[in-house]
């Protein structure tokens, strides 16, 4: 059964940091490229960053640039997200998704499964 688990989500101080894991099974995780998207309450599920299926590239949107750093360990069928100076506007649902494509992208509908999700509040 193919399966995409989010963990390491949780309360954090502004400024402060979490390093987010997506772990997978039940399909070829070195096949597919992998993205990390987020949704806040009353928005549209947006795309934060992405890796290629070899790890070799790596994209990131504005909002995260420069905070944040994604990568992978395809012996472990892991990514990671490393997310640094966060901020209160971050707060969101976070999830991790697969898509077979060779290239990644921020784009939803580019991603065939993904995961449940994993809170990140960010609050003093």
């Known amino acids: 059964q193919l399966q995409l688990v989010e963990s390491g989500g949780g309360l954090v101080q502004p400024g402060g940091s979490l390093r987010l894991s997506c772990a997978a099974s039940g399909f070829t995780f070195n096949y597919h490229a992998i993205g990390w998207f987020r949704q806040a309450p009353g928005k549209q599920r947006e795309g934060g960053s992405c890796?290629?299926?070899?790890?070799?590239?790596?994209n990131y949107a504005d909002s995260v640039k420069g905070r944040s750093t994604i990568s992978r360990d395809n012996d472990k069928n892991t990514v990671y997200l490393q997310m640094n100076s966060l901020e209160p506007e971050d707060t969101a649902v976070y999830y991790c998704?697969?898509?077979?494509?060779?290239?990644?992208?921020?784009?939803?509908?580019?991603?065939?499964?993904w995961g449940q999700g994993t809170q990140v509040t960010v609050s003093s």
């Open positions: 890796i290629i299926r070899s790890g070799g590239s790596t």
């Open positions: 998704a697969a898509s077979y494509n060779y290239y990644c992208s921020g784009y939803v509908n580019d991603y065939n499964h």
